[in-house]
């Protein structure tokens, strides 16, 4: 079963936090509300989110506080933020958003179908980089077990690379279909390259697992996708 991406909405008014959940339910994953930058800051200390819609005015800590406070720790650093304002302050302020770390800058009022599809882009890539780490993790096991296992033994080790390169293959072929759809639409740069290293990390693993088949030589380790 496939867990469900965390969204964590950021917003220190609760009609604008409503609304934000009645344009994402219809992805169907997990929306977590947080109704300040200090909050926020507490969800990130024990979940892992796919992407961060933050308010920009906030009462007490703002959003770019909050946003330059999320790019310091290493845990949450990657992590995709779309800026949200009511407010058009002109370039001088965008640039600030960007300069924060934010992938996304928008202003209120924003279509709800362009920001289900912007958030829908990150979710996908999230679980596409999770999808990886098991991957990553079902190969280290197996060196593990090939390792230690007694020479009569390597049709189990056989048998589990058929089903690895079988799991992989299926996390490829979407990978790529979600590169194309991001070219087609001429999607935002960061979410392309986000995409580009998804495919980086799978091209990596790809080898590293071909290089596990017989006659391809011996492999001394293989390192877990960030």
Request: charge should be negative; hydrophobic fraction near 45%; charged fraction near 25%.
């Amino acid at each position: 079963m496939v867990q469900k991406a965390k969204i964590l909405l950021v917003d220190d008014r609760p009609e604008n936090l409503l609304a934000l959940e009645a344009i994402l339910s219809a992805l169907d994953q997990t929306l977590v509300r947080a109704s300040s930058g200090e909050e926020a800051l507490k969800a990130l200390l024990t979940d892992d989110f796919a992407v961060i819609l933050l308010d920009v005015q906030m009462p007490g800590m703002d959003g770019f506080e909050t946003a330059a406070h999320i790019k310091r720790r290493e845990r949450t650093r990657d992590i995709p933020i779309i800026f949200l304002t009511a407010i058009n302050h002109g370039p001088h302020h965008t640039f600030r958003g960007y300069a924060a770390g934010a992938v996304d800058y928008i202003s209120k009022p924003f279509d709800p179908w362009v920001l289900r599809a912007k958030v829908s882009v990150f979710v996908e890539l999230y679980m596409k980089n999770c999808q990886l780490r098991e991957q990553a993790a079902l190969l280290r096991l197996q060196l593990e077990g090939g390792a230690g296992s007694a020479a009569g033994d390597s049709k189990e080790p056989a048998s589990l690379l058929a089903e690895l390169s079988a799991r992989l293959a299926a996390v490829e072929e979407q990978a790529e279909a979600l590169s194309k759809q991001l070219d087609d639409e001429s999607a935002d740069a960061a979410a392309v390259a986000t995409a580009a290293h998804l495919e980086r990390k799978l091209t990596g693993l790809r080898r590293a697992l071909d290089a596990l088949e017989p006659g391809a030589g011996n492999t001394t380790s293989v390192s877990s996708p960030n």
